[in-house]
């Protein structure tokens, strides 16, 4: 079955980027039912999204964030991946991945982020 | 963008116990909800998609209505695995928006 796996360093100075990559298995990244998410969590708050992509490359992002992030997807690899620039304490966080399931095919309907990373500790500090 | 208002933002109750989560929606989202479920130190479990529609493997205990603004989560007779924190999250449109979650806790 599908399953997701976050990887990336823990620590980043402020001022850097911060990139994530995570890595599909058990299926394939470039399926149409797919977009793939992803979402952080500060310690001791709730969850946020932080953006979105389709294996062609679509994207879509959170507005709060959208200046600072990239994501991509590399279809051959089965992976897509996370960039975070000019990061300070306020981007620590734990960073998870997660499948998001759509069709528009005969019509929308949402299946939810039914499989999602185990999610990685990012420390922002010098 | 729609923002998703979650209440209560904790509850007390006891095993056995019916719990009901509300979530609120700023405009109308058809039936794009999803909720999850949440323990300390793991990722959200995906309970519940498309308002109503129980994930697989999920206990029937858990179930979802609403549709437009107004959804809720029912846990209908608590379990004490089923102490966790509980997250509405929209998907009707981008940018995708949760909630702020609800903890439900041991009485």
């Known amino acids: 079955q599908l399953q997701l796996q976050e990887s990336g360093p823990g620590l980043v100075k402020p001022s850097e980027t911060l990139s994530l990559t995570c890595t599909v298995s058990?299926?394939?990244?470039?399926?149409?039912?797919?977009?793939w998410g992803w979402i952080r969590q500060p310690p001791g708050k709730g969850l946020e999204w932080i953006g979105s992509?389709?294996?062609?490359?679509?994207?879509y992002y959170n507005p709060s964030l959208k200046s600072r992030v990239t994501i991509s997807v590399d279809t051959s690899k089965n992976q897509f991946s996370l960039k975070l620039s000019s990061v300070t304490a306020a981007d620590t966080a734990v960073y998870y991945c997660?499948?998001?399931?759509?069709?528009?095919?005969?019509?929308?309907?949402?299946?939810?982020?039914?499989?999602w990373g185990q999610g990685t500790t990012v420390t922002v500090s010098s | 963008d729609i923002q998703m208002t979650q209440s209560p933002s904790s509850v007390s109750a006891s095993v056995g116990d019916r719990v009901t989560i509300t979530c609120r929606a700023s405009?109308?989202?058809?039936?794009?909800l999803a909720w999850y479920q949440q323990k300390p130190g793991k990722a959200p479990k995906l309970l519940i998609y498309?308002?109503?529609s129980l994930q697989s493997g999920v206990p029937s205990r858990f179930s979802g209505s609403g549709s437009g603004t107004d959804f809720t989560l029912t846990i209908s007779s608590l379990q004490p695995e089923d102490f966790a924190t509980y997250y509405c999250?929209?998907?009707?449109?981008?940018?995708?928006?949760f909630g702020g979650g609800t903890k439900v806790e041991i009485k």
């Open positions: 058990g299926g394939s990244i470039s399926s149409s039912s797919y977009y």
């Open positions: 997660a499948s998001d399931g759509r069709t528009w095919v005969p019509q929308y309907y949402y299946y939810g982020m039914d499989v």
């Open positions: 405009q109308g989202i058809s039936s794009w």
């Open positions: 992509i389709y294996y062609s490359g679509s994207t």
């Open positions: 498309a308002a109503s």
């Open positions: 999250q929209q998907a009707n449109s981008f940018p995708v928006t």
